[in-house]
């Protein structure tokens, strides 16, 4: 990693907040059996 990449990651995790979540993901879930992105209907 570059050192002023590193330095910025640095700089913008020092004062961030961690936030710990529980429980299963929608989107894996969705991922994982199969049905992943839907395409928009063309308009019109």
Not at 2 to 31: C, N, Y
Request: hydrophobic letters at 45%.
């Amino acid at each position: 990693m570059p050192k002023t990449l590193a330095t910025a990651a640095d700089r913008l995790l020092h004062h961030a907040h961690i936030v710990l979540t529980e429980g299963s993901s929608l989107r894996l879930t969705q991922a994982t059996s199969g049905q992943g992105v839907v395409p928009l209907a063309p308009a019109g």
